[in-house]
């Protein structure tokens, strides 16, 4: 993987870290319901950055009737779910250009699910989202929920009634990824912690700075470019656990340059021109700092993931409002970018399971809502920031009513979001991280290659605090 260099003070760390990942609720998409033909205007073809604003103006003129949407990849269309026989409803899916799907569950419905999953069986270990593909909530438990746990979760799957939940079995344990690659350092709880931004942004008052994962602005509050390196950047705000899991995090010198882009390795890199939510059935990418590039589909929106909390015994860290995806991630690959090929950004890494041999599910905390809790727009607030925070964006990046009212409410925001003992260890416990971490062998080889532009922030003496876009963690080092 080739690495990107920009000058000291004067540029930022280029867009596309990895941040640390957490269980999360999920859904996927196995289709059970028959589809309508459709009878009135063609069906567009839309690009995915477009199905999402689609998705989102039907959904809000359908009410009740509307039972959620998804992108058909094959063909380029929305499919858009609709509840009851009314063919006004019918007419105006068509009319926008969608295809109108005849289901039993309502949107609204399957959220009501969701609220009675996180009151009986907030259980460490599960995670639930809402599939407009299979038109019910999937739920997820890991391999340490069993027993009487278990028991718990499928008598109240049970309860929701039929057609309405199914449950899964994972066979990893939801977890934070932790590992090794080029990232921003912090002193922490007398250990050090290390990180990936996600996206270069503009805060809301004209500062430079950038978004990462929630638990890294929790775990820390100064950030270094390097691993004994003076700060450059500190936590101006911070979720983690509760509504999201994302952290702003501004640059010390008001004069950093910030580059809005993601670096897929091999000298290549997508400009990010927008910001956008995300649509099941989606095509993706994420760029992490220990398994690269890697590509997938979203399977899952509005997904709660209980993390095992290793601070408090027998709790649990909560997080809501994430996307799940079936693209692999590692330890290592944790705070990172999820986006599109033609420039939108959709994510920061939040957590999962599995790997990329097995494979298994990846969460992700989506950029509209972090963008609109905190004030940011994207890159330096020209073209790229412009084109997110007047428009460019998808409708729930400016519409509070399309994204979860805990996002922007700071009351609804766990306190744990500012409270460092409220983190999972992982990220200040160097036992509970990677080898990865502190094996220089067992990062990306580019990261070590001189001829590939070195691995910012991990030598002294260095000229530069340029970072490698696509590259990121959350882990401890002795």
């Excluded at 932790?178 to 008052?205: K, P």
């Excluded at 899952?300 to 409002?321: I, Y």
């Amino acid at each position: 993987m080739s690495h990107k260099r920009i000058p000291k003070r004067k540029a930022a760390i280029a867009v596309g870290g990895v941040a640390a990942l957490g269980a999360a609720a999920l859904l996927l998409p196995h289709a059970n319901a028959s589809q309508t033909d459709a009878k009135g205007a063609a069906p567009k073809t839309l690009k995915s950055a477009d199905a999402s604003n689609l998705a989102s103006l039907l959904a809000s003129q359908l009410g009740d009737a509307f039972g959620g949407a998804y992108w058909d990849a094959s063909k380029q269309q929305v499919i858009v779910n609709v509840v009851g026989n009314n063919s006004n409803v019918v007419n105006t899916v068509e009319k926008a250009g969608a295809v109108p799907r005849s289901v039993n569950n309502s949107l609204s419905a399957l959220k009501t699910a969701a609220k009675t999953l996180k009151s009986d069986a907030t259980i460490p270990g599960t995670a639930w989202s809402i599939d407009p593909k299979t038109n019910q909530v999937q739920v997820t438990a890991d391999s340490t929920v069993t027993g009487a746990k278990w028991a718990k979760l499928t008598s109240t799957v049970d309860s929701l009634g039929s057609g309405v939940a199914t449950v899964k079995k994972s066979a990893g344990a939801f977890k934070t990824f932790v590992s090794g690659g080029d990232a921003i350092f912090a002193q922490a709880n007398g250990g050090g912690v290390r990180c990936s931004l996600g996206f270069n942004v503009t805060a809301s008052d004209g500062a430079p700075a950038f978004l990462t994962a929630g638990h890294c602005g929790v775990a820390a509050k100064q950030w270094s470019d390097s691993q004994n390196g003076q700060p450059i950047a500190t936590v101006d705000q911070a979720t983690f656990p509760g509504a999201g899991d994302f952290s702003l995090v501004k640059y010390d010198d008001p004069a950093t340059k910030t580059v809005s882009e993601v670096n897929e390795g091999n000298g290549k890199t997508v400009q990010i021109t927008q910001a956008a939510d995300a649509t099941v059935g989606q095509q993706v990418l994420r760029m992490g700092s220990t398994t690269g590039l890697h590509d997938g589909s979203v399977t899952g929106l509005d997904a709660t993931v209980n993390f095992q909390s290793e601070t408090v015994p027998g709790g649990v860290d909560t997080v809501t409002g994430l996307i799940q995806t079936n693209v692999c991630a590692e330890a290592g690959d944790s705070g990172g970018s999820l986006f599109t090929a033609d420039g939108s950004a959709i994510g920061l890494t939040s957590g999962g399971s599995g790997d990329c041999t097995a494979g298994g599910e990846t969460f992700f905390q989506p950029v509209t809502a972090a963008l609109q809790a905190t004030g940011a727009t994207l890159g330096a607030g020209g073209a790229a920031g412009g084109a997110a925070g007047a428009g460019g964006a998808s409708a729930a990046a400016t519409d509070p009513a399309a994204t979860d009212p805990a996002a922007t409410d700071p009351a609804a925001t766990d306190p744990a979001a500012t409270d460092p003992a409220a983190t999972d260890p992982a990220a200040t416990d160097p036992a509970a991280t990677d080898p990865a971490a502190t094996d220089p062998a067992a990062t990306d080889p580019a990261a070590t290659d001189p001829a590939a532009g070195g691995q910012s922030g991990t030598g002294s003496g260095q000229s530069s605090t340029g970072m490698n876009a696509g590259s990121g963690l959350v882990t401890s080092t002795p």
